[in-house]
């Protein structure tokens, strides 16, 4: 798998993490108690950080990220951002003062890190959210915005006692075997970054997250601002509204394509005037505009399959989303597409094999799209075949092909018109895509 290849040299060029993921398995430890250890050890940089915005959900976490950053940005302000996972390099989850971490900057800090943890169990995202909190502290910035890992509660991100604003992302079916297996349970691990008189802006919820995150927030006296209730955000003549208790902002729509979008700008937009209530309406839109965050819906016009598209006149497009709730935000932004450009979707899928794959094709099925299916390289990839069986299930035709490559050559040489062409089922997948030539790696 020549993608693949390319991959590995490039993860190679990650010597600082591949130190780290050596010394550091994933071995999760569902306590906050190692990296309270190690940042202790380190003179608890935690608290010498700029005021923190903490966001927890299943999805919709990064993009809410990235908006809140450019909005912050827009206004003038230096922000640190920690997110996870990365798509090609390591150094993508973590943004000092608005740049990505240099590599000799990576290198100091691992040294600095591994003697001070002095060879204590830690998992390797501990460590690597030590690592950014350090980084973070060096460097003055006027905004943290941190995104949780896995979960909340017991997350490693969550150290912090006051936030500036906590904010809870669409609670969905995810990481069962962690979190799960009920709703009220996942609700109840994200709603772990409430904390004591703090504000807490929420998404729309199902019934069951939102009753565990109010009763949290009334328990701990935090303020809470929900969508739909307390705010709201809605698209209308093509612009994004935001409603705040105290003034409607009209703003222009959100740069990542899709209609779920304009909830996640509007979550982020609310949370953003919660940390600085006088932003101006040009600040806030400016940010909103100017968003970018690789392989939610992007549009892929650089590197070798998207020149493959160019060729048959088709356009190709990148999302990570890989769950039920993910599916269906797809097929929405996918019908959008041929709404206004009628012509036939073809959808590439590759996904980790513990992933609902069925629960992710089905709100593809009334739309028909042809689908290839593939495999990646990881050892936790589905292969074709199971991909192709969960989306026969619900009806779709499907051919398997051995890698990426070979599916972006079949999808162009479907008959009829030049189709729309979507690379999708997660992260990893599109990290792989991503990494095929630098002119389309993350900056």
């Given amino acids: 798998m020549s993608s693949s290849h390319h991959f590995d040299q490039i993860r190679a060029s990650d010597l600082a993490i591949q130190r780290l993921r050596a010394n550091h398995p994933s071995l999760i430890d569902l306590t906050t ?25 299943t999805n ?63 998992s390797f995202f501990e460590i690597a959210t030590v690592l950014a909190i350090q980084a973070f502290a060096d460097t003055p910035a006027d905004l943290c915005v941190i995104e949780v890992g896995l979960g909340g509660r017991f997350d490693a991100t969550n150290i ?16 069962l075997e962690l979190l799960g297996p009920e709703l009220s349970k996942i609700a109840w691990e994200k709603a772990g970054i409430i904390k004591a008189g703090r504000p807490v802006v929420v998404a729309r919820q199902m019934d069951e997250a939102r009753e565990v995150i109010e009763r949290e927030a009334a328990k701990l006296r935090a303020p809470l601002l929900k969508m739909g209730e307390d705010f709201d955000a809605w698209e209308e003549r093509g612009r994004l509204l935001v409603q705040m208790p105290e003034r409607l902002l009209d703003l222009p729509p959100p740069s990542l394509f899709g209609g779920y979008q304009f909830a996640n700008a509007g979550l982020a937009v609310a949370a953003a005037l919660t940390f600085k209530p006088d932003l101006s309406e040009d600040e806030v839109g400016g940010g909103v505009a100017s968003t970018t965050w690789p392989a939610r819906f992007q549009r892929l016009t650089k590197g070798p399959l ?42 590439i899928a590759g996904m980790f094999a513990r992933k609902d794959a069925r629960g992710f094709f089905l709100p593809f099925a009334e739309m028909h799209p042809t689908v290839f299916t593939t495999t990646f390289d990881s050892p936790n990839a589905a292969s074709a075949d199971e991909l192709a069986q969960a989306a026969r299930s619900v009806g779709l035709g499907v051919t398997t092909v051995g890698d990426v490559t070979e ?29 095929m030539s630098p002119e389309t790696w993350p900056t």
């Fill in 33 to 57: 108690g190692r990296v309270e250890r190690l940042l202790a050890a380190l003179g608890n940089p935690e608290t010498r950080l700029p005021p923190v915005i903490h966001v927890a959900g």
């Fill in 60 to 122: 919709g976490k990064g993009s809410t990220v990235a908006y809140l950053r450019a909005i912050a940005e827009a206004a003038g302000l230096k922000v640190h951002c920690l997110t996870s996972p990365h798509l090609v390099r390591f150094s993508e989850r973590i943004r000092v003062a608005g740049e990505l971490i240099s590599d000799a900057r990576l290198e100091q800090l691992v040294d600095q890190l591994e003697a001070a943890n002095a060879g204590e169990p830690i």
């Fill in 160 to 175: 912090f006692d006051a936030p500036a604003v906590s904010v809870i992302t669409p609670v969905d079916y995810d990481h």
């Fill in 306 to 347: 998207a020149e493959m598209a160019r060729a048959r006149g088709s356009d190709l497009w990148l999302d990570g989303g890989h769950n039920p709730h993910a599916g269906r935000a797809l097929a929405e932004a996918a019908s959008r597409l041929v709404d206004r450009d009628p012509r036939p979707l073809v959808l």
């Fill in 407 to 435: 599916a972006v050559r079949a999808a162009l040489q479907v008959d009829g018109p030049a189709p729309h062409v979507l690379i999708c089922g997660g992260l990893h997948f599109a990290g792989e895509v991503l990494a």
